[in-house]
């Protein structure tokens, strides 16, 4: 079957540090990945979608900059929070789909920031 | 632009109960809807999802949910919860042309014993 592994799964950074989360998927070619924040209490937000042979495409209020993606092959991916801050602070969710199909998400990687 | 919505933030209900939980969407052409499921400190699950075709869609664990183009509308139901269904429910739509999905604000499902 499809599955999406994500690591690591929980991460605590200093405030002003950088960290680096991947993403794979196993099982099918991930031609598509969708990377997601969800802040304490709230919803899962999009923060850009990555898609193969095509330019990465951020959402409003996030930015390469801060949020850059590398998605070198269908099987994996990757996304540095640089210089995080709070507010950086969630859950970071990876969804990744084979052209059309159901979009599958990994379990997470947990960021606190102290 | 489009959004969907969850009007409810948090459903309680008992063990054995049914439940409908709701999701509307504002958006005028072609969509992907769908409900996924959020259990404390974990990520996301697929329950279900509906494109075309038959307008009640079946997914897993008894779950289902019913489109309606009229009431732009895609309700969450079961018939009979167990515990294990506390959780916190998403309704998400995908544009047909956009590969991404927009997720609702969430609800949060609290079934007693």
């Known amino acids: 079957g499809a599955l999406v592994y994500q690591y690591p799964r929980r991460t605590i950074c200093k405030s002003g540090t950088s960290m680096r989360m991947e993403c794979q998927a196993v099982?099918?070619?991930?031609?598509?990945v969708a990377w997601y924040r969800q802040s304490p209490q709230k919803t899962f937000e999009l923060i850009a979608l990555?898609?193969?042979?095509?330019?990465?495409?951020?959402e409003q209020n996030f930015t390469q900059e801060k949020f850059p993606i590398s998605h070198p092959n269908l099987s994996f991916s990757s996304m540095t929070v640089l210089n995080a801050y709070l507010e950086d602070r969630g859950l970071y969710l990876c969804g990744a789909r084979e052209s059309q199909n159901t979009l599958y998400f990994g379990a997470g990687t947990r960021l606190s920031v102290l | 632009t489009q959004t969907v919505s969850q009007s409810d933030a948090h459903v309680t209900v008992f063990e054995g109960d049914s439940v409908e939980l709701r999701c509307n969407y504002s958006?005028?052409?072609?969509?992907?809807l769908s409900w996924y499921i959020q259990h404390h400190g974990r990520g996301l699950q697929f329950l279900l999802k509906?494109?075309?075709?038959?307008?009640v869609v079946q997914g897993v664990n008894g779950f289902k949910a019913e489109f309606s183009k009229s009431d732009s509308s895609f309700h969450l139901r079961k018939a009979s919860v167990h515990w294990s269904d506390s959780a916190v429910y998403f309704c998400a739509v995908r544009l047909s042309n956009y590969n991404v999905l927009y997720f609702g604000s969430g609800t949060k499902l609290t079934v007693e014993p």
């Open positions: 958006y005028g052409g072609s969509i992907y």
């Open positions: 099982g099918f070619q991930a031609t598509s």
């Open positions: 509906y494109y075309s075709g038959n307008p």
């Open positions: 990555s898609t193969v042979n095509s330019a990465i495409k951020y």
